[in-house]
């Protein structure tokens, strides 16, 4: 069992920045393949960016050069630094991890972009 908790989330304007936290319960290796989803109101839950077993990087189109994702395997956290965002940036934050072939999910962190 891994329990995921994310926090960081909040309200910016349009083109701040924000960082997503978010902490396993349980260690993780480097092979942990993890990732961070969003889920705007009204609309279903959609991959934002994650890093495989090999530590292959894959964004969503529409952040590309704004997000980045990165791991600290010691402290058992992956991040989300997000740049420049934009109003439709807007939505619920939530942390996958892929542990021993089963998916976790955290609770989510709320994200708002003000125009």
């Known amino acids: 069992q891994v329990q995921l908790v994310e926090s960081g989330g909040g309200l910016v304007q349009f083109g701040g920045s924000l960082r997503l936290s978010c902490v396993a319960s349980?260690?993780?290796?480097?092979?942990?393949?993890m990732g961070w989803y969003r889920q705007a109101p009204g609309k279903g839950r959609e991959l934002v960016a994650n890093?495989?077993?090999?530590?292959?990087?894959n964004y969503a189109d529409s952040v590309k050069g704004r997000f980045t994702i990165s791991r600290d395997n010691a402290e058992s956290t992956v991040y989300l630094q997000m740049n420049n965002l934009r109003p439709d940036d807007t939505a619920v934050y939530y942390c996958?991890?892929?542990?021993?072939?089963?998916?976790?999910w955290g609770q989510g962190t709320q994200v708002t972009v003000s125009p």
């Open positions: 890093i495989n077993r090999f530590g292959n990087r």
């Open positions: 349980r260690s993780i290796s480097s092979s942990t393949p």
């Open positions: 996958k991890a892929i542990y021993i072939g089963r998916e976790f």
